[in-house]
């Protein structure tokens, strides 16, 4: 049974549906590979125990009857601590919520619970999703599957964590401006960030109402697909049959491409020359107006989260990790006017950007353009934190901005992932693209 633990979803879901799984074998396999976790308090905020075992049993039933809901049914799966959870504490890594208890699931919870999935618990993260390190002093820092000494990228740090030290099936995550993305390339997962607007938010603690989404943590795009599915009560897209012959990539230049630690940039490399071996035509690209869009940043996502939380913030300041309560801060020196101007640009620079890439499969850059930066200098040297959260969401901020989908996979090198960004609402697109990939990178 030890070997469900590194299984991917899908795997899980064929032994279920062979009859060759039990739901609820698999789940109690999983709950107590978590309860003897050593760093189980550091990944988990909670574990539910009695829930996940009432839908296994629902699970085991279904399954002998022939009437699974999908293929993920009695899969076990774990939760940002940001999605409401009916009569479960929900405090979205900050003591600002502490002993938040919803009273009803997020939509997309009860969703996902609809087609199946057994919910193991709720994963530790960054301080209100506003950071992209993972490193969290006020609750707890999850740890990188390559050593204590590393961030686990952020702010879906616990949920990256629960699939790489093979604590849940799959993760489900929030990504603002990278923060599933960024976990999923440090902890050497797959990683899917949906177009904004696509999936409910709806019972999920907000940071930017405009730029935040859903997406999955896993160990294959098989599985990220289909967790695709069940978030939106479907089966997900079908990826047989796909292929890199004829796919024509763009290599973006602009941003994504400087400063680039040397073993990103030999990873990014080789990973070109893969997908060139497998049949992909890839295309250098500029699109200077890149440049202009990320440089409002700052207005576009400090203004809205500041927006949105100072007054329970500036309630009790003193509870929050000095770095994110500036961050918040810095929000507060934009104007109305100034925040609305802003939109009015960056609607301009997407339009530019959708002609730019148009008649490309995706395009590519690296997932981000540092590797794990060290944990404890994190905690004691501001420059050093600030300079690592920007450079760690640089590439992946391209796609929140652009109002894309995209995808992170691993390259087979530790923490250095290739990013495709896809169209906005082309998912379906992009997961095809992807698993093509997957198979050209392995």
């Not at 022939?66 to 009569?87: C, E, M, N, T, Y």
């Not at 979205?92 to 502490?98: D, E, I, V």
């Not at 993305?181 to 949906?194: C, E, F, Q, Y």
């Not at 200098?377 to 969401?393: E, K």
Request: proline residues 6%; negative net charge; aromatic residues 6%.
């Amino acid at each position: 049974m030890q070997e469900w633990l590194t299984q991917t979803a899908a795997d899980l879901g064929r032994g279920i549906e062979a009859g060759e799984i039990c739901p609820v074998a698999l789940t109690r396999t999983y709950l107590e590979a978590i309860d003897a976790h050593p760093k189980r308090d550091r990944i988990y905020t909670i574990v539910t125990h009695d829930r996940a075992l009432a839908e296994a049993e629902a699970a085991k039933l279904r399954a002998a009857q022939g009437q699974r809901l999908s293929l993920l049914d009695g899969v076990p799966i774990s939760w940002k601590d940001l999605f409401d959870s009916a009569d479960i504490t929900t405090e979205a890594g900050s003591n600002l919520l502490a002993e938040r208890v919803p009273e009803r699931d997020a939509l997309v919870l009860q969703t996902a619970t609809s087609m199946g999935a057994v919910c193991l618990g709720k994963t530790h993260m960054s301080e209100l999703a506003f950071s992209g390190l993972g490193l969290n002093p006020v609750k707890a820092t999850p740890p990188c599957i390559h050593g204590d000494q590393a961030a686990p990228g952020g702010s879906s740090s616990g949920a990256a964590a629960s699939v790489a030290f093979g604590l849940a099936a799959c993760a489900i995550g929030s990504d603002t401006g990278g923060s599933v993305r960024i976990p999923s390339a440090w902890n050497d997962l797959v990683g899917l960030k949906t177009t904004s607007g696509r999936i409910s938010l709806e019972g999920v603690v907000p940071l930017c109402l405009r730029f935040d989404t859903v997406g999955p943590l896993a160990r294959s795009v098989e599985d990220a697909a289909l967790c695709l599915g069940i978030l939106e009560g479907t089966h997900g897209p079908d990826l047989r049959g796909t292929t890199l012959e004829g796919r024509r990539f763009a290599d973006l230049r602009t941003v994504a491409q400087e400063d680039l630690a040397p073993e990103i940039a030999e990873a990014y490399s080789d990973a070109l020359n893969k997908l060139r071996a497998a049949g992909a035509d890839i295309v250098p690209l500029e699109v200077p107006v890149l440049k202009e869009a990320m440089s409002l940043s700052a207005i576009l996502f400090t203004a809205e989260a500041y927006g949105l939380w100072k007054d329970v913030i500036e309630a009790a300041p003193h509870m929050m990790f000095p770095e994110i309560l500036e961050r918040f801060r810095s929000g507060a020196g934009f104007s109305g006017p100034d925040y609305v101007a802003a939109w009015a640009k960056l609607e301009q620079y997407r339009m530019d950007w959708d002609l730019a890439t148009a008649g490309f499969d995706g395009v590519l850059c690296p997932t981000s353009p540092i590797l794990p930066p060290d944990v404890e200098r994190l905690q004691n040297d501001h420059d050093y934190y600030i300079h690592s959260n920007l450079m760690a969401l640089r590439n992946t901020r391209i796609g929140n901005l652009m109002g894309l989908c995209g995808l992170s996979l691993p390259t087979g090198v530790p923490s250095c992932g290739l990013q495709i960004l896809g169209q906005p609402d082309c998912e379906e697109a992009l997961l095809r693209v992807g698993a093509a990939v997957e198979r050209a990178l392995a």
